[in-house]
């Protein structure tokens, strides 16, 4: 649905840092969560997935969290670099076909 | 490059105007959508095509017209808009299994759009 608030949550973090970008979704019925980096000037671009059968799930420097008793997703990021900056979106699928809703995203500042 | 590409990239338009914003897909996806991306606002849903068919349309007013002659074109056409429209258009694909498993969205750079 429709967030409230006048501006974006930021993390600032030194060059180096490991960083932990949260989420609270609200529907227990969604299966399927998604974090999405969108940098200044482009598109949303996927970074990793999981489904609700999952607690944790493992990129390359990236590590997705899922606690469906609080309905909470996490993503950390180690060993943060400049270029990590950017706006980060999760999404989950709340049940329709096709139908992603996105949160309001946070965005991560990482200083040299 | 995520494999999906938005023309143009910026558009600046009279509340006369008519314009039309395109994507197209190069991932072999069936399914198309149109995002769009206010400030401060999450994205918001506005149409979706799977197979072509359009299967879902979230309330959006009649001034934007969405085509999908293609399952690699994407087309929305815009008419009599107004300046709260003016946002970041975006675009995306995926590809969808006929039992409705949902797959990863992957976005276009997205449309600049505003509404003088």
């Known amino acids: 649905g429709e967030s409230v608030g006048l501006h974006l949550p930021t993390l600032s973090v030194q060059e180096g840092d490991n960083s932990i970008i949260n989420c609270a979704y609200s529907n227990s019925a969604s299966d399927y969560f998604i974090w999405y980096k969108q940098e200044s000037g482009k598109g949303p671009q996927f970074i990793i997935d999981?489904?609700?059968?999952?607690d944790k799930r493992q990129g390359q420097r990236v590590t997705v969290l899922l606690n469906k008793t609080v309905k909470h997703l996490s993503l950390q990021i180690a060993a943060t670099q400049p270029g990590d900056s950017a706006v980060y979106f999760c999404a989950e699928n709340t049940g329709g076909y096709s139908t992603l809703t996105f949160g309001k995203g946070t965005m991560l500042l990482v200083s040299p | 490059e995520t494999g999906v590409t938005q023309t143009p990239r910026h558009l600046v338009m009279g509340m006369t105007n008519k314009k039309s914003l395109k994507c197209e897909q190069h991932?072999?996806?069936?399914?198309m959508y149109w995002y769009k991306q206010s400030a401060k606002k999450p994205l918001e849903l506005m149409f979706v095509y799977n197979f072509k068919e359009q299967t879902e349309n979230n309330s959006v007013p009649s001034r934007f017209s969405p085509e999908c002659p293609n399952s690699s074109h994407l087309f929305l056409h815009l008419h009599t808009l107004q300046p709260e429209d003016s946002a970041l258009y975006l675009c995306a694909s995926s590809r969808e299994l006929a039992g409705g498993s949902l797959n990863t969205q992957y976005f276009g750079p997205g449309t600049r759009l505003t509404v003088l």
């Open positions: 999981i489904r609700s059968n999952m």
């Open positions: 991932l072999g996806h069936n399914a």
